[in-house]
C-alpha cells in the first residue's frame, strides 16, 4: 500500500544517495560494512548538513579484499544478498550495495523487503 510509505520519493532518492555515498568512500578505502540496515542509517539534524543520512555501527566492516573473511553470520540475514547468504564472499562491495537497494525499498513502502530465512 503506497499510502503506508514511511518515506517519500525525494527522500528515499536522498536516502540513497547519502547513503551510496558512504559507501563509495567506505569501499574506497577498500572496506565493506555487511550489516547496512534501516538501523545503522542516522540522519543528521545538523544545520550545515541539512538532515544527511550516515552509515552506522562499523562493527561488521572488514577489509573487503585478502581480510580472510570467512564468515558474515552476526550480519540481519533480511539484507544479505543470497550469493552471500550462500557463502559466496568474492563481491562484497556488491553485497552492501544490495543491501542499500532493500533498505531503498522498505523505507519507500514501509513493510521488511526479505523474511531472515535465507530464501
Known amino acids: 500500500d503506497p499510502s503506508a510509505a514511511r518515506f517519500g520519493p ?14 563509495d568512500v567506505l569501499h574506497g578505502c577498500n572496506f565493506v560494512h555487511l550489516d547496512i540496515k534501516p538501523d545503522n542509517i542516522l540522519v543528521s539534524r545538523c544545520a550545515r548538513e541539512n538532515g544527511c ?37 568474492s563481491d562484497l562491495p556488491m553485497a552492501d550495495v544490495f543491501a542499500l537497494g532493500l533498505v531503498c525499498y ?7 523487503a526479505l523474511p531472515c530465512n535465507g530464501e
Open 53 to 89: 543520512y550516515k552509515i552506522a555501527d562499523l562493527g561488521l566492516a572488514v577489509a573487503a579484499m585478502g581480510s580472510g573473511c570467512d564468515d558474515i553470520s552476526e550480519g540481519d540475514c533480511r539484507y544479505l544478498a543470497k550469493e552471500v547468504l550462500r557463502g559466496d564472499l
Open 10 to 23: 525525494k527522500e528515499v532518492v536522498k536516502v540513497l544517495r547519502d547513503v551510496a555515498n558512504g559507501l
Open 106 to 112: 522498505e523505507v519507500a513502502t514501509s513493510p521488511a
